[in-house]
């Protein structure tokens, strides 16, 4: 094939800059690609050996890129208000209706992704012998990642960061209940949104200051549900044309408060992110900066990235420690190559997975949700 013609493909599978979040595209962008290095860094014999090239970067990596996965949090809380309720109240009438299609939405693309990785843990065993490898998998163990119970049933996850999924399913449903009680026993509008502003506070507030500050309460949705809770006030504090941001103030008293009773880096990460947030929609640059092709696309397919690079990667290791000489520079290759390639596989699962699935739901979708959704 010519260059040019490589070129037009490329060009023909990335999306046009109009109709999209342009600074949450970027944000997803950036966040999705950390936490591919953040995977490559920790898991896989490759960062063992390039390790002596680039120390402070593989550890760095290693260690503090996965609060990349507070970005995500964040702007699920966001895009979750400005779709069930861009002014406190929610839209939708039927509760459990908006958590199946939610179900859906997540589980159809990630079954077929830990089909994947289940084949390529496969591959890589008999590559390599290494604790990175996930282990075969049972009958229970799959069906427990179907339900998204994996880790509330205490089984080991079939590939990286896919408790995220089930998290991510939590929250949303959490957010969905509150909405759903304040609904029902509200008066009027204005009554239940100001309910729910008190409930998702309450949650939020617990959440902080008592579970996420204890490991054991990490495979439930509260754990996170503060820096979720920090995106949906990042969307009411400036939904529609009276802006509220004086809540701001409270919001960065509260959470400076907590952070000096116990310092949490992700905590951080979670607030900076709302924060930006805040600063785009208010600026008026959430749809419309950065203007990149590239960022744009790299932001849509990020969900499909996240769900393969794993195995991706795990396969790519295998390769270089069965076939590969042990020096740093042929390691560290390889894990750009690893990079890359789950770049290119989230591409073409994006192409023939989840955007198939997308399209499907898109002709069913409610009146009154944003055109992307966490």
């Not at 179907?146 to 049933?153: E, K, M, P």
């Not at 000096?260 to 419309?288: C, H, I, K, M, Q």
């Amino acid at each position: 094939m010519s260059t040019n013609g490589a070129s037009l493909t490329i060009e023909t599978a990335m999306p046009p800059i109009t109709n999209r979040l342009l600074f949450i595209d970027a944000l997803k962008a950036l966040a999705s690609q950390l936490i591919v290095l953040h995977h490559l860094a920790f898991y896989g014999p490759m960062s063992d050996h390039a390790q002596a090239l680039a120390p402070t970067v593989i550890s760095w990596l290693s260690q503090d890129a996965r609060f990349a996965v507070q970005v995500f949090l964040v702007l699920g809380g966001f895009l979750a208000a400005q779709s069930l309720a861009p002014g406190g109240m929610m839209l939708a009438a039927n509760p459990f209706g908006l958590l199946w299609k939610r179900y859906l939405k997540l589980v159809t693309p990630y079954i077929a992704a830990v089909l994947m990785a289940i084949a390529l843990a496969a591959a890589a065993r008999a590559l390599m012998e290494h604790d990175s490898v996930p282990g075969r998998p049972t009958l229970s163990q799959v069906m427990a990642h179907v339900l998204l119970l994996q880790s509330l049933l205490g089984h080991d996850g079939l590939s990286a960061g896919v408790w995220y999924i089930a998290i991510d399913f939590q929250l949303f449903s959490l957010l969905v209940g509150l909405l759903w009680v304040t609904r029902r026993v509200a008066r009027n509008e204005a009554g239940a949104a100001t309910a729910t502003v008190w409930l998702v506070a309450a949650l939020a507030l617990t959440s902080i200051y008592y579970f996420n500050r204890d490991g054991d309460w990490d495979s439930w949705g509260v754990y996170f549900f503060g820096s979720y809770a920090l995106g949906i006030a990042s969307c009411w504090t400036t939904a529609g044309k009276r802006s509220r941001l004086w809540w701001l103030l409270p919001i960065v008293l509260v959470v400076g408060a907590a952070l000096l009773l116990d310092y949490r880096p992700r905590l951080v990460v979670a607030l900076a992110t709302a924060l930006a947030l805040v600063l785009a929609r208010s600026g008026g640059f959430l749809e419309n900066w950065p203007k990149s092709r590239l960022i744009a696309y790299l932001g849509q397919i990020s969900y499909s990235v996240f769900l393969v690079h794993f195995p991706v990667c795990l396969l790519i290791n295998g390769l270089f420690a069965r076939y590969a000489a042990p020096e740093p520079w042929v390691h560290l290759g390889g894990m750009i190559i690893a990079w890359l390639a789950s770049i290119a596989g989230g591409a073409l699962f994006y192409r023939f997975v989840e955007s198939a699935a997308q399209a499907g739901f898109r002709r069913r979708r409610p009146s009154g949700l944003v055109r992307q959704t966490p």
